[in-house]
Every structure is written in structure tokens, then in C-alpha cells.
């Protein structure tokens, strides 16, 4: 009987994440991709241990599932860079199954209360780094959702967005017990306020709520 596998590599991902979870079995492991941590971590870090493993196993290598915890550029950074690179034609690796939440694709499906806080935003006082911050994780996420399409791959198993309910949400990863503890219902809310904060999203919430 082949021997059970379940491991946790950490990568050198400067000041953000890059993690490979290897779980599954000797004669069929399997490979979690856990954020891609920010620019430079691909080609200095990500890259090249993939290179190593599909060296190992063969090419392409497969990537069982991609998930992305959250938006900010010390996490997404690299999985884009990683998507553009299977769409520019590489073999290095396949990626079918993409885990991460944006809000673009789920505020119709929001209940209108949250859809209602998502508009009413008071961005005065806001610091101007951290605005411009949370601006460019908002386009990052749009950038990966719009990649995923793009290479046919499915985000979320295809549930749209993700949230825990009492017991958390149960993920559908075989050879996996993944538990989806975060975010909730009000980590969702928050996650809305910044999303239609961006000039472009204004209307099309306002535009929902008015219906």
C-alpha cells in the first residue's frame, strides 16, 4: 500500500506567502499551491521549485488546486505571474482549480442588506497609500478571476464566492479535508465596502440595490 503524504513547504517569499501543501499518496501525490507571494517571488522562488518537482514526477506538472487566502499584492503577485505563464503556452505545469473570493461576480448573488452596506462607503480621510493599495488588490483580483476564465479553469468549483456559515464550509478537495473557517458574512461585508469603493463599481451597486 502506498504510503500516505502530508507536508507543508515554505517557500522564500520575502515579506509575503508562498506555500506548497503535498498531501495524497507516494504513488499519487498531490500538490495544494497556497498563495504566490509578491513580485519576484515567481522567478526567484516559485518557478524554479516547480521546475524541481515536475523534473521529479513529469511534465507538466500538475497543481491539484490554487488558492489565493487574500488580495493583496504580497499574496496574488505570484499566482498571476504563474496563470500568465501557463497562458503564454508553458508546460511547466496544469492548473484546473483556482480558490479565492472577489466580489464583482457575487454581488448579484449578495442579499440586498449586504449589498446595501457595500455602497454606503466613506472613503474621506482614507491614507493615500493605503488607498492606493487597496486599489491595486482590487484590480489584482479582477486580473486573476479574468486569468482563470481565460484558462478555462473553474474558481471555486464553480460555488462563486465563498463564505463560512456555522461550522465553516467543507471545500471540495478530494484526498483533502479542507474547512473553510474565513471569511463570514461580516468579513464579506467588509470585503464588499472595498470593492464597490472603486469608482467604476459605484453605480453598478447602486443600480442593484435600486432594483
Given at each position: 500500500?502506498?504510503?500516505?503524504?502530508?507536508?507543508?513547504?515554505?517557500?522564500?517569499?520575502?515579506?509575503?506567502?508562498?506555500?506548497?501543501?503535498?498531501?495524497?499518496t507516494t504513488a499519487q501525490?498531490?500538490?495544494?499551491?497556497?498563495?504566490?507571494?509578491?513580485?519576484?517571488?515567481?522567478?526567484?522562488?516559485?518557478?524554479?521549485?516547480?521546475?524541481?518537482?515536475?523534473?521529479?514526477r513529469k511534465r507538466p506538472?500538475?497543481?491539484?488546486?490554487?488558492?489565493?487566502?487574500?488580495?493583496?499584492?504580497?499574496?496574488?503577485?505570484?499566482?498571476?505571474?504563474?496563470?500568465?505563464?501557463?497562458?503564454?503556452?508553458?508546460?511547466?505545469?496544469?492548473?484546473?482549480?483556482?480558490?479565492?473570493?472577489?466580489?464583482?461576480?457575487?454581488?448579484?448573488?449578495?442579499?440586498?442588506?449586504?449589498?446595501?452596506?457595500?455602497?454606503?462607503?466613506?472613503?474621506?480621510?482614507?491614507?493615500?497609500?493605503?488607498?492606493?493599495?487597496?486599489?491595486?488588490?482590487?484590480?489584482?483580483?479582477?486580473?486573476?478571476?479574468?486569468?482563470?476564465?481565460?484558462?478555462?479553469?473553474?474558481?471555486?468549483?464553480?460555488?462563486?464566492?465563498?463564505?463560512?456559515?456555522?461550522?465553516?464550509?467543507?471545500?471540495?478537495?478530494?484526498?483533502?479535508?479542507?474547512?473553510?473557517?474565513?471569511p463570514d458574512k461580516r468579513?464579506?461585508?467588509?470585503?464588499?465596502?472595498?470593492?464597490?469603493?472603486?469608482?467604476?463599481?459605484?453605480?453598478?451597486?447602486?443600480?442593484?440595490?435600486?432594483?
Open positions: 500500500m502506498p504510503d500516505k503524504i502530508f507536508s507543508l513547504e515554505i517557500l522564500n517569499a520575502f515579506h509575503g506567502d508562498c506555500l506548497l501543501l503535498h498531501y495524497g501525490p498531490r500538490i495544494l499551491l497556497v498563495d504566490g507571494g509578491p513580485n519576484g517571488t515567481f522567478g526567484k522562488s516559485l518557478k524554479p521549485r516547480l521546475e524541481e518537482l515536475a523534473g521529479q506538472l500538475k497543481l491539484d488546486h490554487v488558492m489565493v487566502t487574500h488580495l493583496d499584492d504580497d499574496h496574488i503577485n505570484g499566482i498571476l505571474e504563474l496563470a500568465d505563464e501557463i497562458d503564454q503556452g508553458s508546460d511547466l505545469v496544469t492548473a484546473r482549480s483556482f480558490w479565492f473570493n472577489t466580489f464583482d461576480d457575487a454581488l448579484s448573488e449578495a442579499p440586498p442588506e449586504l449589498a446595501q452596506a457595500s455602497i454606503e462607503v466613506d472613503t474621506a480621510g482614507k491614507d493615500a497609500v493605503a488607498a492606493a493599495v487597496e486599489k491595486a488588490s482590487i484590480s489584482q483580483g479582477r486580473s486573476l478571476r479574468d486569468a482563470v476564465v481565460k484558462l478555462h479553469a473553474k474558481q471555486n468549483d464553480g460555488q462563486g464566492i465563498l463564505f463560512a456559515k456555522d461550522k465553516g464550509l467543507a471545500l471540495n478537495m478530494p484526498g483533502l479535508d479542507m474547512t473553510l473557517i474565513c468579513h464579506l461585508a467588509d470585503l464588499a465596502k472595498k470593492w464597490i469603493a472603486s469608482p467604476a463599481k459605484k453605480a453598478e451597486a447602486a443600480a442593484y440595490v435600486d432594483r
